[in-house]
């Protein structure tokens, strides 16, 4: 496999968690029925350009079909920070009536239903027929297409162009990240700019958060690989700022390289310097994340059969990608986890990819009342344990098992 970006010879292993399903390819009754299909899920890390990423065996139409069953807008958690943002962005730039907003990969409209309350237009893209729909019914302005030059040019043509584009966690999504990053120096205008937030690589690493590992997810990104990409096709990183969201992310700032007018910010800089310092640029920096995350995944397991053992039950909370790829990597069946509940009603009633386990509404737990509540969401774990502090009501206990397990009484 070549580099996704320079077309490099990968070599350097960064972990291999075996094979799996789409992590969003949940199951109804009639395709539980019928085999599943398995992509191995190995990623490799590029030695010149530094860029991680997935091995290269699911086309991008695969993953993100009619039937892709995430929506963005159920946690208030993230649906707080996406207000945030969109205040920030339009005191910081200035965004009026006068401005145009997109984003790429708008999904159920989460984050623009905030930049339509301002009375900015806006123009939303993405593909997914069902997201797209929510974000329509909305009343937000949609393009179902994917995202590349070729769009960008097309909504350039029809005066689209942007004061501000904004991309949140679907610059690792993407299969071409050099097409993908060089529409935005197409669709931006002049002065425009571009955000874009994405997990970061130390973070992952550091932490052993592999189960956001899985195939949607093309790219596993540091800024120092950012910084090249974006330099290689048009754009300039200005600025960027760590955020505590999906474990570790950043949120990176960028403009057209000929036309841009906004300062470099040092921390752009020191933050590149902190990433050499921590040895990203070098192979020994990405050994032993496969021993860590065996260790995490061997600790779930004993866990779960420990629990069978003593005749206790466990359910989980929140049908996640990122809970799908821990449960294909151990082995997990309803043997082990009768079941999970999810509050998006697009989940509820299938099952979850490779596991098989049924997704059932939140209000099921009330009546099966669990020993244990594993929550798959390790991200917005704060957030669960409050909504469903019933389950301490029946001497029930919440457990969480990335990025080291722990029982929380």
Not at 280 to 291: D, E, L, N, W
Not at 307 to 326: D, E, F, H, Q
Not at 327 to 350: C, E, H, S, T, W
Request: glycine content about 6%; some cysteine; overall charge neutral.
């Amino acid at each position: 496999m070549k580099c996704r970006h320079c077309g490099s010879n990968l070599e350097l292993p960064l972990v291999d968690l075996g094979s799996a399903p789409p992590a969003n390819a949940y199951l109804t009754e009639q395709t539980l029925m019928a085999p599943e299909k398995w992509f191995p899920l190995r990623v490799l890390v590029c030695q010149q350009c530094w860029l991680v990423q997935t091995e290269d065996f699911a086309r991008r139409e695969e993953l993100f079909s009619a039937e892709y069953a995430y929506f963005s807008g159920f946690s208030s958690t993230w649906l707080a920070h996406c207000q945030r943002y969109v205040a920030d962005m339009a005191k910081r730039f200035e965004l009026g009536a006068n401005s145009h907003v997109v984003e790429v990969a708008a999904n159920d409209g989460y984050l623009l239903q905030y930049v339509q309350a301002r009375d900015i237009p806006c123009t939303g893209v993405e593909p997914t027929a069902g997201t797209a729909a929510a974000a329509r019914a909305k009343g937000i302005p949609i393009v179902e297409d994917f995202f590349g030059v070729r769009l960008a040019r097309e909504l350039a043509t029809q005066g689209k162009q942007a004061d501000l584009i904004t991309a949140n966690n679907v610059l690792a999504h993407v299969p071409d990240i050099n097409d993908f990053v060089a529409g935005f120096a197409v669709l931006l205008k002049p002065q425009g700019v571009a955000t874009f937030e994405f997990t970061h690589l130390l973070k992952l690493i550091d932490q052993t958060l592999f189960d956001t590992i899985y195939h949607e997810h093309f790219s596993y990104l540091s800024l120092t690989a950012v910084n090249r990409i974006f330099a290689a096709n048009g754009l300039t990183v200005f600025d960027v700022e760590e955020l505590p969201t999906q474990g570790g992310s950043l949120r990176v700032f960028a403009q057209c390289s000929n036309t841009g007018q906004h300062s470099l910010c040092a921390k752009v800089d020191e933050l590149l310097e902190r990433e050499a310092r921590a040895g990203m640029t070098t192979p020994h920096y990405y050994a032993g994340f496969q021993a860590r995350t065996d260790r995490v995944k061997n600790d779930f397991l004993a866990f779960l059969l420990e629990a069978k053992r003593r005749g206790k039950s466990v359910a989980a909370y929140g049908a996640a990608a990122k809970g799908n790829t821990l449960m294909n990597y151990a082995g997990i069946r309803p043997d082990l986890i009768a079941f999970v509940v999810d509050r998006n009603p697009a989940k509820q009633g299938k099952y979850m990819p490779g596991s098989r386990i049924p997704i059932l509404p939140p209000a099921v737990l009330s009546e099966q009342r669990p020993d244990y509540l594993l929550v798959l969401p390790w991200n917005m774990a704060d957030e669960v344990l409050s909504q469903q502090g019933k389950v301490r009501e029946w001497g029930g206990s919440f457990v969480v098992c990335v990025p080291k397990l722990s029982v929380i009484g």
